[in-house]
C-alpha cells in the first residue's frame, strides 16, 4: 500500500476540507415561504451558479474519493485490469446522450432531465456506498466523510435541479420509463476482493457521471449567454 502517499493527500484534503464546506452555498430555498416549490425571489441566472457550483463541488470530491480508496485498496496492477475491464456501470441503460455531437443537439430541456436522472440513479448507490465503506477495516475516516459528503450533496442537487426545471421550463420533472429500482443490484455477501473491485467500479462510475452533469449543466448556461458558440 502506498502509505506516503495516502498520508500526503491526507495532509492537503485536511487543510482544504473546511473550504469545501463554506464555499459550497446552500441550494434550496427554505427560508422562503412557499419551501422548494418555487423559491420566488432568487433569479434563475442565481440558481443556476449554484446548481452548477454544487456539481463543480461534487466531481471534485469524488475525484478524491476514488483516489483515496485506490491509494488504500488497488494495488497498481488492480487498476490497470480494472481499466482494461468492461464493468458496466449502473447508469449505462438511461437515455443520457453520451458523445460530443450528440450532447450538443439535445434541447435545453433534456440537458436538465438528464443531468435530473443521473443525479436520481446516484442516490441509492451512494447510500448502499456509505454501509459498504463503514465495514471496512482500514478505511479513512477521510473516505467516509467524503463519501457521506457528496452524498448529501447529492440530495441537495436534486433539490435544486427540481426547482431549475420548474424555473426554466415551468413544468414537472419529466415522466420515463426508467426507474431508479431495478438499476442497482448486488450481491449481499461477495467475497472481499469481488466486494472491494465492485465498490471502486462504483465510485470510478459516480466519478464519470459526476463529470457528465457538470457538463452538461455548465452547457445549459452557455446557451443561455452565447448560443452560437458553445462547445
Wanted: hydrophobic share 40%; proline share 4%.
Amino acid at each position: 500500500m502506498q502509505v506516503m502517499t495516502v498520508f500526503q493527500q491526507g495532509v492537503w484534503a485536511l487543510l482544504l476540507w473546511p473550504h469545501l464546506f463554506t464555499a459550497s452555498t446552500p441550494l434550496d430555498c427554505r427560508e422562503e415561504q412557499g419551501g422548494l416549490s418555487r423559491c420566488p425571489t432568487i433569479s434563475q441566472e442565481k440558481l443556476l451558479d449554484r446548481v452548477i457550483h454544487h456539481a463543480e463541488l461534487i466531481y471534485r470530491v469524488s475525484e478524491e474519493s476514488c483516489s483515496l480508496f485506490e491509494d488504500m485498496f488497488i494495488p497498481f496492477p488492480l487498476r490497470l485490469q480494472t481499466n482494461q475491464a468492461s464493468y458496466t456501470c449502473i447508469t449505462r441503460a438511461l437515455p443520457i446522450p453520451s458523445s460530443k455531437s450528440e450532447i450538443q443537439q439535445i434541447s435545453d430541456r433534456w440537458l436538465l432531465h438528464s443531468v435530473l436522472m443521473l443525479v436520481q440513479s446516484w442516490i441509492e448507490p451512494l447510500v448502499y456506498l456509505q454501509t459498504a465503506l463503514n465495514q471496512y477495516d482500514q478505511a479513512p475516516d477521510m473516505l467516509l466523510n467524503k463519501t457521506k459528503w457528496v452524498s448529501d450533496k447529492l440530495i441537495s442537487l436534486e433539490q435544486g435541479v427540481v426547482v431549475l426545471i420548474r424555473k426554466m421550463l415551468d413544468e414537472g420533472t419529466l415522466t420515463t420509463t426508467y426507474t431508479e429500482q431495478g438499476l442497482f443490484q448486488y450481491d449481499l455477501q461477495p467475497d472481499m476482493l469481488e466486494s472491494i473491485m465492485r465498490d471502486y467500479a462504483l465510485l470510478s462510475c459516480f466519478k464519470k457521471d459526476a463529470h457528465k452533469m457538470e457538463t452538461f449543466l455548465k452547457l445549459l448556461k452557455c446557451r443561455q449567454t452565447d448560443t452560437y458558440n458553445c462547445a
